[in-house]
Structure formats: C-alpha cells, structure tokens
Nanobody, 129 residues
C-alpha cells in the first residue's frame, strides 16, 4: 500500500527557511518520481518541483527556482523540499505526490497534478511577520 506523509510545515517570517519532508512507503524498491505541489486558498494546485530516482532529473517552477531544492534520502525513504528566502506569497498547503515508473522530470506532464497517482495529506506553510 502506497503512503506519503508530509511534515515540516509551520509559521515562518519572510526571508526565513523551512524544510518539508515527504516520507513514503509501498514503493521504495521501484522507480518513482516525487513531485511537490502547493495550493493557496482560491487558487489551483501548482507544481513546484519534481525529482526522479531513475535518472536523477529534477524540475523547478520558475517562481521557486534558486530558492527551493528537492532532494532524496533513499535509506530513509524520504524526499525533502528545502525552502529558503520564503515570501508571503509562498503561503499555501504543500503536498507531495508520487507516480511510479522510469520518468524524466523534464516532461511537462509531471509538472502538473494529473501526472501523479498518489498524494499525501498536505502540510500548511504560512509566511508572515
């Protein structure tokens, strides 16, 4: 059974940092892609990043490029999203999602929610002074 659990959200001041974790189970011995998404009130869910364990490829949305970094710890079955220089407009519920397969993160399909089959429950990130 595939499960993803996010943690690490919270309240942070503008310019601060947070590291989100996505602990997964049920597919650690297979090829997969983990994507990070966020959804602010009244807005559509948007893709932030993608990391593939089959070819090491990554993708970042322009608005977070250079500020957010996704990484994986295969021994812990965990993918992280390090978020630096946070802005109030980064406030949202953050989700991780997974899809199984040998997938290159450069493919646009995997920058959107429809590319993913499994989702975590989300964690709130609030950037405010």
């Amino acid at each position: 059974q595939v499960q993803l659990v996010e943690s690490g959200g919270g309240l942070v001041q503008p310019g601060g940092s947070l590291r989100l974790s996505c602990a997964f189970s049920g597919f650690s011995l297979r090829y997969y892609v983990i994507g990070w998404f966020r959804q602010a009130p009244g807005k559509e869910r948007e893709g932030l990043s993608c990391i593939s364990n089959s070819d090491g490829s990554t993708y970042y949305r322009d608005s977070v490029k250079g500020r957010f970094t996704s990484s994986k710890d295969s021994a812990k079955n965990t993918v992280y999203l390090q978020m630096n220089s946070l802005k109030p407009e980064d406030t949202a519920v953050y989700y991780c999602a997974a899809v199984l397969g040998r997938i290159h993160c450069g493919l646009g399909y995997y920058h959107t929610p429809v590319g993913y089959d499994y989702w975590g429950q989300g964690t709130q990130v609030t950037v405010s002074s």
